[in-house]
């Protein structure tokens, strides 16, 4: 098993979809406290582990989870997987090229090799 903290969103940055999510986009659907999945590559039936704190800080949507998988663990202890993703419903948005997403309701965060946000990353580890 192994814990870590990371980011699967980041604010203000571009992804490869030519998406934006801006600070708050979040916030409804946090508020609403409903449990939210922690996935292998965005499979809905591949549960690897457990995210304990979900939150919007200044830089993005902050991940702490547990990886209780032991191959997934194992990539992520190593170091081998350092992706983060989220699964999302667009509850408002705006503009084209950028798209400014400015609503999402949050149905889950995945450990995925390759994120649509480079930046959006495992940035701390804890082997337990």
């Known amino acids: 098993m192994v814990r870590f903290a990371g980011y699967a969103s980041v604010?203000?940055?571009?992804?490869?979809?030519?998406?934006?999510?801006?600070?708050?986009?979040?916030?409804?659907?946090?508020a609403e406290r409903r449990a939210?999945?922690?996935?292998?590559?965005?499979r809905p039936?591949?549960?690897?582990?457990?995210?304990?704190?979900?939150?919007?800080?200044?830089?993005?949507?902050?991940?702490?989870?547990?990886?209780?998988?032991?191959?997934?663990?194992?990539?992520v202890a190593r170091g081998a997987l350092t992706g983060l993703s989220f699964g999302y419903r667009v509850r408002a948005a705006?503009?084209?090229?950028?798209?400014?997403?400015?609503?999402?309701?949050?149905a889950e965060v995945s450990l995925v090799a390759m994120p649509m946000q480079p930046l959006a990353r495992v940035i701390q580890v804890v082997k337990e």
């Open 45 to 75: 039936g591949a549960m690897i582990g457990v995210i304990e704190a979900l939150a919007e800080d200044r830089r993005g949507l902050r991940v702490v989870a547990r990886v209780t998988h032991p191959t997934a663990a194992a990539l």
């Open 11 to 30: 604010f203000d940055r571009v992804d490869r979809g030519g998406d934006v999510v801006r600070a708050g986009a979040f916030a409804a659907s946090l």
């Open 36 to 42: 939210v999945p922690l996935l292998w590559q965005h």
């Open 94 to 106: 705006r503009g084209a090229d950028p798209r400014e997403l400015t609503a999402l309701d949050l």
